[in-house]
Every structure is written in structure tokens, then in C-alpha cells.
């Protein structure tokens, strides 16, 4: 088997140092060392695939920066909303943004640049059923535009559905 001589290559976080043993699967394994200091073995094929970034300190800081990410990814129902508004309103592709985007709806510069101004302005979400709700629905996401609202409120603030015309 030809092995590919990764010793002095970076990969995202990771120098490659040294060779080491072979895993249990026989697989070529090498040595590297995090930029945090760490020094941890990794499969050849993860490292170039870049399923390994680092000894696992960048997920620790991705997890920290805000606070609203459990370990895992699992994001909290602040982040998600947050993200979520931002999909709706600049992404083209997202399903659901033609009823917000599409219509002109916009989030405002200040919660758009950051999570932690929304987060302060709207505090933390009281209940798990609750959700981001615009009071105008006409209007951007903005201070004093938006509330957590629970789903029965949600379902009374909806605009006005278009009559379907049937056809015989």
C-alpha cells in the first residue's frame, strides 16, 4: 500500500508530526499537534477528508462563543429563532422565503450583524412552545416589532389568506 506522507502538513487546526501505528483497522494513523498545544492520533484519511479539525478545542470555542450551543451542535431556541429569521428573509433558497424576503421583509442591521443584540433585546424565550413572532406582519424584525409569542397567539396573527377561486 502506498502511504501518502503527511508529516509537516496542516490541516485546518492540526501539524501533522510524526507517523504513528497503525489504528486496529490497519489504517495509516499520524501524529499531530493542535495549535492549543495538544498533541492527539489521527487516521490519514480523516485528515484529508477534514473530518478532524482540531484535538476537539474548536468545537469547544464554537460551543462557548455565544453560550446558546450544547455540545453536539444542538443549538437553543434563542439561536434557532434567530438563524431561522435571517434564513427566511436573505435566503433565496429557503422554502418559506417568499412570505418574508420575497415580500420585502428585512431584519434589522442590528440583530442581523449579532446574535448576542438580538438575544439582549429579546431575552430569553419563556416558554418551549413559544416562538418569534413579528406583531406586524407587515413590518421587519426589529425592537418593538417582535415578541415570543405561544401558539395560540402565533395562529391569530397571521396575514389574511387569498381566497382560492374553484374552478367547476
Not at 417568499?98 to 433585546?121: H, M, P, T, Y
Not at 413579528?134 to 395560540?152: E, F, L, T
Amino acid at each position: 500500500m502506498n502511504i501518502i506522507n503527511l508529516t509537516g502538513k496542516v490541516f485546518f487546526r492540526l501539524t501533522v508530526i510524526d507517523r504513528a501505528q497503525e489504528n486496529i483497522s490497519g489504517k495509516p494513523a499520524w501524529v499531530c499537534r493542535c495549535v492549543c498545544g495538544k498533541v492527539i492520533t489521527v487516521r490519514g484519511s480523516d485528515l484529508r477528508m477534514g473530518k478532524h479539525k482540531s484535538c476537539g478545542c474548536f468545537q469547544k470555542e464554537k460551543v462557548t462563543k455565544h453560550g446558546h450551543t450544547k455540545y453536539g451542535g444542538e443549538k437553543s431556541r434563542e439561536y434557532t429563532a434567530w438563524a431561522g429569521m435571517k434564513q427566511r428573509c436573505y435566503n433565496l433558497n429557503n422554502p418559506r422565503y417568499k412570505d418574508w424576503g420575497g415580500r420585502g421583509i428585512k431584519v434589522c442591521q442590528r440583530w442581523l450583524d449579532s446574535f448576542e443584540n438580538f438575544l439582549a433585546d429579546m431575552g430569553a424565550c419563556p416558554l418551549d412552545k413559544n416562538s418569534l413572532d413579528r406583531i406586524d406582519n407587515n413590518k421587519d424584525y426589529a425592537p418593538g416589532n417582535c415578541r415570543w409569542a405561544n401558539p395560540k397567539e402565533q395562529s391569530q396573527n397571521k396575514r389574511p389568506r387569498k381566497k382560492q377561486l374553484i374552478s367547476s
